[in-house]
């Protein structure tokens, strides 16, 4: 067993980011026996779950005549606008049912907010209102995140590049995370991760 200093933070392992779902990343499921595997040896997890109202503004079905992953600008920066996915209590919110998610301590909702999306486990995507997670995280005396899950250069990235601005030692293990990959995003997110310092295995 890891030092409880040590953290895993699953990532979105959601129906929806699934193949079969509304914003399916390719082989997201496949990361999911070793994700259970992994979970085993960590005294502290952490699951994220991206949670949206139906009227949530990331979704192009919000924005008559504007069409799936096209970019808007909303007042926090841009945003691409997604199929409908991981809504409130629908079956693609639920997390893939081959998940081990009775390992996890906490699990942390996100995206809940019409307005304003949130890729990350940490902060909204204006980078500034919190979550909650970096409270619990460092009161439990936690100084090392390792990251996993969907997707790659989306929430993980994000996530990742969150938990290195605020100080704890990031590891994304990039074998148990799958990517979407939209205009380059994938290698794009590569750079950011390890410009910030955080370690690519
Ligand atoms: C995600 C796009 C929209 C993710 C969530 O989990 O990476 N991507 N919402
Ligand atoms: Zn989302």
């Keep these: 067993m890891k030092p409880a200093t040590e953290a895993l933070i699953v990532i979105d392992v959601q129906n929806d980011f699934c193949p079969g779902g509304a914003l399916a990343v390719a082989g997201g499921d496949e990361i999911v026996p070793e994700i259970n595997a992994l979970m085993s040896g960590f005294a502290t997890?952490?699951?994220?779950?991206?949670?949206?109202?139906?009227?949530h503004l990331s979704f192009a079905d919000n924005h008559p005549g504007a069409a799936?992953?096209?970019?808007?600008?909303?007042?926090?920066?841009?945003?691409?606008?997604?199929?409908?996915?991981?809504?409130?209590?629908?079956?693609?919110?639920?997390?893939?049912s081959g998940l081990n998610t009775d390992a996890a301590q906490l699990v942390i909702r996100k995206g809940f907010r019409p307005q304003i999306d949130s890729y990350s486990a940490f902060f909204e995507n204006d980078r500034t209102t919190p979550t909650g997670l970096e409270g619990y995280l460092r009161s439990r005396g936690v100084t090392e995140v390792?990251?996993?899950?969907?997707?790659?250069?989306?929430?993980?990235?994000y996530s990742a590049l969150d938990a290195s601005r605020l100080g704890f030692r990031v590891i994304v293990q990039s074998d148990l995370c799958r990517a979407i990959d939209l205009n380059g995003s994938l290698a794009a997110a590569r750079a950011e991760m390890l410009a910030a310092g955080v370690l690519l295995t």
Excluded at 146 to 157: H, K, N, P, S
């Design 45 to 55: 997890v952490v699951l994220t779950q991206d949670w949206h109202p139906a009227n």
């Design 68 to 96: 799936p992953f096209s970019m808007i600008d909303m007042p926090y920066g841009r945003q691409v606008l997604w199929p409908a996915h991981c809504v409130q209590g629908t079956p693609g919110a639920a997390f893939h």
């Design 146 to 157: 390792t990251l996993v899950g969907l997707a790659t250069d989306f929430c993980v990235a």
